[in-house]
Nanobody, 119 residues
Framework: QVQLVESGGGLVQPGGSLRLSCGASGFALSSAVTKWYRQAPGKERELVAGISKGGSTTYYDSVKGRFTISRDNAKNTVYLQMNSLKPEDTAVYYC?????????????WGQGTQVTVSS
């Protein structure tokens, strides 16, 4: 069964760090474009970071220099290392993977993990 499962969220003080994990089953993340999105209360879901099949990375402007996306192919997991966290980073973080098979795109979402930055 194809599934994405996020973990690693929690409560952290401003300036702290968290590492989110997105594990996949049923397909290889190395064959997909994987992105992290977040959605704060009352706001639209926004793209945070992405990693291509080849390992190229992109970041939303507000997290550049603080967040790092990476992938461990052996563990079939994508990570989001979040440093220097700010209260405005508080949101539910979602993992998204788009896999192209025979010219058909298959999109998968995880269930989300809550990140709260507060003193």
């Amino acid at each position: 069964q194809v599934q994405l499962v996020e973990s690693g969220g929690g409560l952290v003080q401003p300036g702290g760090s968290l590492r989110l994990s997105c594990g996949a089953s049923g397909f290889a993340l190395s064959s997909a474009v994987t992105k992290w999105y977040r959605q704060a209360p009352g706001k639209e879901r926004e793209l945070v970071a992405g990693i291509s099949k080849g390992g190229s990375t992109t970041y939303y402007d507000s997290v550049k220099g603080r967040f790092t996306i990476s992938r461990d192919n052996a563990k079939n997991t994508v990570y989001l290392q979040m440093n220097s966290l700010k209260p405005e980073d508080t949101a539910v973080y979602y993992c998204n993977a788009v896999l192209r098979l025979l010219n058909i795109e298959h999109e998968y979402w995880g269930q989300g993990t809550q990140v709260t930055v507060s003193s």
